[in-house]
């Protein structure tokens, strides 16, 4: 399994630290200085740091250099964990108390105590509502004095029309931004959760007015927002948040085959299928064989392993990348549009954005 | 803690500083952290031997902190108005400079990095000086005449730690060197040059962002005792004005806390951790806010300060 990562910089050190910490032990600092590069890029530098970190003797052996970069990445997550806090308070003052408001991803882990949450540095708040809410979320949220920062009539369009969230708000002065969605996935997409499924398993976080996914849907959602919205340097983090969420939530057969029952009715099967087999492949996740029965087909796996082997995993920059891994980070991209939209769509998307940076190039060009 | 290749920068000839920083890279420890530096951008080794001569060569190392790159700008521009482009692990911070503005542009962007990264640190917007391990952080806005200070400290025989950062490990409360030359601004280039023939000053560089700016290269003693702790002994609020007389007002710890936490580049991301040791250092040193407008009479009057804080606490 582990042969699609081969030969790889990140398969030295970075993939066995995430799927085992103890490999710190046998780590020199030489190994470490490209480790905390990649580790970096991947967003994911916290996440290792926390895990060293609950180990002191551990800790203690890594050489003192790097331990200053993982102390730092350690404080700035205890900062962001903050903000999100803050923003989640700011915005409990704002929404009607009788609106069901969910929390996903990064707030929804910070909230619940799963491990993954201990390092993470969440760029946003995402927020979900029933479609029925959508707009009066949005008018108070504006009233309040959470503003679009999206100008363009294109681009807002584009998000109310095609995507799953309304364009990204932010508070005047407020570190971090909030995302509204409706669904789980774009609605141009093959993905369609099923918002009935959706809405019947959320629970209440203890203590809170928030509510959260059913830990299922949370895998799910999380192997939709891999392949359909995270951005390329995201998605090992992305893997690493599934790994988690893996590891916390599914803990015997039951809930196991609850999630591929539910994969089903959300039409992510496939896309669930691909997060667990890289999830597996890369980080050791224990997969169970039958709940990958329903393999795609053999060409397609193959394509998929090799674009998403090259595009995904985080690599130096210090040599411009070759043709195949720019070719796999192309094909990468194209797979993730078509993913979300119709090639009609996609077509007329692109030729929009194309001509619009031209434009904008042409008349913005300063000096 | 780096093994050396052996010799200092200003000895090194273009060919060996060139294949350097065309190769694997030089690495710049500046106390706090070593920066890998790679660069095909307009030649600046002549700089570089002038405001980096104290400081060793290093063709290789096992470790640094940061990884840097300086390129040349892209397309028919990069023939038309030569620029330089500063990167970071292949992340661009900020828009290009003019080509011949290669040295500001590394100087402005290791600055960001540690800014933006260190944050295992408190990190002061201070000028850090010491004599032996007593130290004196002087916090400032921009504008004080922080850096003209620190610069005058330094050659007057100050060991200079920094003229930007207050480095503060909140584990230890000790304060670490991230000795850079010292960037001077406008008038501040003739007064420095004006004060001392020892000045190894670099070239002026002419309207950048921060108006014209001239670099200061930091001396062989301060170079050297840059893995020396040092502790906060004094702090000290300078602030320049044209033609005043010394005035040297004591700051209460509750004062002095303040202006430091607010002349912090991390102080609200740090939360609890810079709290602490910011409030170690209000309540351990005195503190003084110091208006002037000569240097040698506020240099006299911290060298005295700084006398007095040995006596019995």
Not at chain 1, 211 to 228: N, S, Y
Not at chain 1, 253 to 269: D, K, P
Request: aromatic share 8%.
């Amino acid at each position: 399994m582990r042969l699609r990562s081969k030969g790889r910089e990140v398969e030295a050190h970075l993939l066995p630290l995430l799927r085992d910490i103890a490999h710190a032990d046998t780590m020199t600092l030489a190994d470490w200085d490209a480790t905390l590069r990649l580790a970096r890029l991947a967003r994911v530098l916290g996440v290792l740091a926390h895990r060293i970190r609950s180990d002191q003797s551990r800790w203690a052996r890594v050489p003192e250099p790097v331990r200053g970069h993982l102390r730092a990445s350690i404080n700035y997550a205890a900062h962001r964990a903050q903000m999100v806090r803050m923003e989640l308070a700011a915005l409990d003052r704002a929404l009607p108390a009788d609106m069901q408001v969910i929390v996903l991803k990064g707030a929804a882990y910070q909230l619940q105590g799963v491990p993954i949450a201990q390092g993470r540095s969440p760029n946003d708040v995402d927020l979900l509502v029933a479609r029925a809410d959508l707009d009066r979320a949005e008018s108070v949220l504006n009233q309040a004095g959470w503003v679009s920062e999206v100008r363009d009539d294109y681009d807002q369009r584009y998000y109310r029309e095609w995507s799953h969230e309304l364009p990204p708000m932010r508070y005047p002065g407020h570190a971090l931004e909030v995302d509204l969605h409706h669904t789980i996935a774009p609605v141009t997409s093959h993905a369609r959760a099923d918002d009935r499924l959706l809405f019947d398993g959320l629970v209440l976080i203890p203590g809170s007015r928030y509510w959260a996914l059913d830990p299922c849907d949370q895998i799910i959602h999380a192997a939709v927002h891999l392949f359909q919205d995270s951005e390329l340097d995201a998605r090992l983090r992305d893997l690493v948040d599934i790994d988690g969420l893996v590891r916390f939530h599914l803990r015997d057969e039951g809930t196991w085959n609850r999630l591929i029952e539910r994969a089903g009715r959300h039409g992510a099967t496939r896309l669930l299928w691909y997060g667990l087999h890289y999830c597996k492949a890369w980080l050791a996740t224990p997969v169970p064989e039958r709940a990958l029965r329903q393999a795609p087909p053999r060409r397609a796996q193959w394509a998929m392993d090799w674009v998403f082997s090259r595009a995904t995993l985080p690599r130096l920059p210090d040599r411009p990348p070759g043709a195949m891994v720019r070719l796999a980070g192309a094909l990468g991209r194209l797979r993730y549009h078509l993913l979300r939209m119709p090639p009609a769509l996609l077509l007329r998307h692109l030729a929009h954005k194309t001509w619009t940076r031209r434009f904008a190039r042409r008349s913005a060009s300063p000096r | 803690m780096i093994p050396s290749s052996g010799g200092l920068i200003a000895s090194r000839s273009d060919a060996e500083l060139n294949s350097a920083l065309g190769g694997d890279g030089c690495f710049v420890d500046y106390g706090a952290c070593v920066v890998r530096v790679r660069s095909v951008a307009h030649p600046f080794t002549d700089l570089l031997r002038r405001v980096y001569g104290a400081f060793p060569l290093q063709a290789s190392a096992e470790f640094a902190d940061f990884h840097v790159e300086l390129v040349p700008g892209k397309g028919v521009r990069r023939w038309l108005r030569p620029t330089a482009r500063f990167r970071i692990d292949g992340v661009e911070p900020f828009e290009p400079f003019p080509a011949t503005s290669t040295l500001p542009l590394f100087e402005w962007g290791v600055n960001w990095c540690f800014g933006q990264r260190f944050n295992q640190h408190v990190l002061l917007h201070a000028g850090t000086l010491a004599i032996g391990e007593r130290a004196v952080v002087m916090p400032a806005v921009p504008g004080s005449g922080k850096s003209t200070l620190s610069a005058a400290m330094m050659l007057r025989g100050f060991r200079l730690l920094s003229d930007e950062f207050g480095v503060l490990k909140p584990e230890t409360g000790e304060l670490l060197a991230m000795l850079k030359p010292v960037a001077l601004k406008n008038q501040s280039i003739g007064v420095i040059r004006a004060f001392s023939g020892d000045a190894v000053l670099g070239p002026v560089f002419p309207e950048t962002r921060k108006g014209d700016v001239a670099h200061l290269a930091p001396d062989l003693a301060s170079v050297s005792a840059i893995h020396q702790p040092a502790r906060p002994a004094l702090v000290i609020f300078p602030r320049y004005v044209e033609g005043s007389d010394l005035e040297v007002t004591p700051q209460p710890p509750e004062q002095a806390f303040a202006r430091l936490a607010f002349n912090s580049f991390n102080y609200a991301l740090l939360g609890p951790v810079s709290f602490h040791a910011v409030a170690d250092v209000a309540e351990s040193c005195p503190g003084y806010a110091l208006r002037y407008s000569r240097l040698d009479e506020a240099i006299d009057c911290i060298v005295s300060l700084l006398e007095d804080t040995r006596g019995p606490r």
